[in-house]
């Protein structure tokens, strides 16, 4: 489980499974396809029309990886802020309820758009919605409901303001976790 900031007055922390599941799902295995939702028409995809009006969350991170494919095997790039600050991504939520048993599971998705030139040299044409910090706030409003007010917000985050270098293939393994996953690698270095 991961921390996700939802807007419940005022606005907190909690702790959901990343691959949003749809209320409306059989059951759990739907979200195994959905940990990304694409912003082209999101608004209507039956798993995100209902989180995308009223169940936006921020997904806070300081960095993200993505595979470079071109090379077999996939080589990871970190990507961060030039000035590796705090930022948050935009995402959906939705709270799927088993009917057997009642139990509630919080479930989110990270939305992706196009990539910008820094990202799309290794991973195009996706990449997460980086929100402008003074974004922020409204993407939780609750009274924005519009799809016509909050799309201009899932924009492809500046180039400029990012910086990307090749790392470790350790990130790829979930029991890794240790500082050296943010090294950039020795061997071959390439930085944009």
Known sequence: MQPVITHHSPNSIEFMFW??????????NQR???????????ENKPAYRKPFRFQRCLVPATLFYEPDKSQKPSIPYLFQL????????AGLYDV??????G???????????????LVSRV??????????PEDEVDWLNPDIVE???????LQSYPADLMDSYRVSKAVWYAG????DLIKPQEEDLTLF
Do not use: C
């Not at 000035?83 to 991504?89: G, P, T």
């Not at 890794?176 to 500082?179: N, R």
């Open 19 to 28: 691959g949003l599941i749809p209320h409306w799902a059989q059951d759990t």
């Open 32 to 42: 195994f396809s959905t940990i990304n939702a694409r912003v082209e028409g999101i």
């Open 82 to 89: 030039k000035d590796k600050s705090l930022f948050a991504m």
């Open 96 to 101: 799927w309820k088993d009917h057997k048993d």
């Open 103 to 117: 139990k509630e599971i919080y479930s989110y998705t990270i939305i992706t758009t196009q990539a910008n030139e």
């Open 123 to 132: 991973h195009h044409p996706r990449m997460p919605v980086i929100l402008k």
């Open 147 to 153: 799809p016509e007010l909050l799309l201009p917000f």
């Open 176 to 179: 890794e976790d240790s500082e």
